[in-house]
């Protein structure tokens, strides 16, 4: 079946150091593919998002790539604010089998950002 | 605008305890779901429904009721609650139901349950 899978965590880093969290992926078809994050004590929220091999999502300094060759869709942000401590969810949009759509997510990275 | 509002926060139950966690959204969404979060598995589906007046069965279901009480309301239902429950638990709702591919899902500040 789908899955998702991402780097573990945590992931720590100083201000303003460059962040990649990897996600890979397994989908039959062509899925949507998502980027989910989640501050303390609260639910999750879209990052970015992208729905075909090639398309770039971004948002507030974040982007990643739909890589179909490599099955792929790493965040990434060229530099890191406090801010940006979170738990990062990579996920999946894939057909199931009675023709509808699903969502499956991966595990979660936590980031930790030191000022 | 309140998006998905979830009730209680937090919850202690003791084992064979019943309970009731609640779920409202005001955006008009058709379709709601229950997930579970727990350490390293990152969000499991416990039971969706598409639109209102049907329901189904997700990826965890077993020991797990619902009700899609209205357009904006679908609540989970713990009959008798075990250790294995404990978990945080979160509603989501979308726009469309499972027939779109690039849907996004709007998410409840969840419940942090405890089941001793």
């Known amino acids: 079946g789908d899955s998702v899978t991402q780097m573990e965590g945590p992931v720590t880093l100083s201000e303003e150091a460059f962040l990649t969290i990897n996600c890979t992926y397994t989908?039959?078809?062509?899925?949507?593919l998502f980027w989910y994050v989640q501050y303390p004590g609260e639910g999750l929220q879209l990052l970015l998002k992208?729905?075909?091999?090639?398309d770039k999502g971004s948002n507030k300094g974040f982007e990643a790539t739909y890589r179909k060759e490599t099955t792929s869709f790493h965040l990434e942000k060229g530099s890191v604010q406090v801010s940006d401590s979170a738990v990062y969810f990579c996920?999946?949009?894939?057909?199931?089998?009675?023709?509808?759509?699903?969502?499956?997510f991966g595990a979660g990275t936590r980031l930790f950002v030191k000022a | 605008n309140a998006g998905v509002t979830q009730t209680p926060k937090f919850q202690v139950l003791k084992t064979g305890q019943s309970m009731t966690l609640q779920c409202a959204q005001d955006?008009?969404?058709?379709?709601m779901y229950w997930y579970r979060q727990d350490p390293g598995m990152g969000l499991r589906l416990i039971y969706y429904?598409?639109?209102?007046?049907?329901?189904d069965k997700g990826e965890v279901p077993n020991g797990y009721n619902v009700s899609r009480l209205n357009k904006r309301e679908f609540s989970l239902r713990l009959e008798s609650a075990a250790p294995s429950q404990t978990s945080v638990y979160f509603c989501?709702?979308?726009?469309?139901?499972?027939?779109?591919?690039?849907?996004?899902?709007?998410f409840g500040p969840g419940t942090r349950l405890t089941v001793l």
């Open positions: 989501a709702s979308s726009d469309f139901g499972a027939y779109r591919r690039d849907n996004e899902q709007f």
């Open positions: 989908a039959t078809g062509y899925p949507s």
């Open positions: 992208a729905t075909k091999a090639d």
């Open positions: 996920a999946l949009r894939g057909i199931e089998n009675t023709g509808g759509f699903k969502t499956i």
């Open positions: 955006m008009n969404h058709n379709s």
């Open positions: 429904s598409a639109s209102e007046g049907t329901t």
